[in-house]
Structure formats: C-alpha cells, structure tokens
C-alpha cells in the first residue's frame, strides 16, 4: 500500500511563487512517475507536469517556464515550484504517484492520489 501526502499550497498574489511537495510512503518498490494536475471549480482537471523515473519532465503549455517539476528519490517526494503566478491558476492541485509497493503475496503496480491542496492566486 501507498499513501500520498500533498502539501505547500495557499494563498497569494498574482506574480507571486509557491512550492508544493508531495511524499509517498508505504512499502514502495518502485515509483515510476510522479505527477501534478490541477482542477478549478466547473472545470476539468489537467495534467500540470510530469516527471518520469528516468527524470524526464513534461508540462502544460500555459504554465511552461513559470512552473518546474522536480524530485527526490531518497524522501520519494516530487515538487513543483511555481512562479509568476495567475488568478487562472487558481486550483486545487493534486499528485498522482504510479508505484509498485511489495506486499506480502507479491508485487502490486498501481496509482496512487493525494487529497489535494489548494493553491488560490487573487488579482
């Protein structure tokens, strides 16, 4: 089993930076992507960005170079630092983490969400 913890959001004005982090624990075997999306009130939820196991990141186009995906392997833990913030990118922004856990039978791949934490941007 994989549990997912997000945290850093709040609340800040346009232009302004905020950092999130999201740690996995459990009896992980392996992560093979770690990833951040977002969903505003009456709209569908995006993927943000993402980094994959072997580091390579994507991001959405309206938040590519304000926003930077990052990791750290030793604390299972991905990052997305923000800058430049909008009103739009206003959300609640979930991590997706797609791991493998042992348990006692035998090796389980699955994903594994947050609960979210809540990033608002006032104009």
């Known amino acids: 089993q994989v549990q997912v913890a997000e945290s850093g959001g709040g609340l800040v004005q346009a232009g302004g930076s905020l950092k999130l982090s999201c740690a996995a624990s459990g009896n992980i075997f392996n992560i093979h992507a770690m990833d951040w999306y977002r969903q505003a009130p009456g709209k569908e939820r995006e993927l943000v960005a993402r980094?994959?196991?072997?580091?390579?990141?994507n991001y959405e186009d309206s938040v590519k170079g304000r926003f930077t995906i990052s990791r750290d392997n030793a604390k299972n833990t991905v990052y997305l630092q923000m800058v430049s913030l909008k009103p739009e990118d206003t959300a609640v922004y979930l991590c997706?983490?797609?791991?493998?856990?042992?348990?006692?039978?035998?090796?389980?791949?699955?994903?594994?969400w947050g609960q979210g934490t809540q990033v608002t941007v006032s104009s």
């Open positions: 980094i994959t196991s072997g580091g390579a990141t």
């Open positions: 997706n983490v797609d791991a493998t856990w042992q348990s006692s039978i035998g090796g389980y791949r699955g994903s594994y």
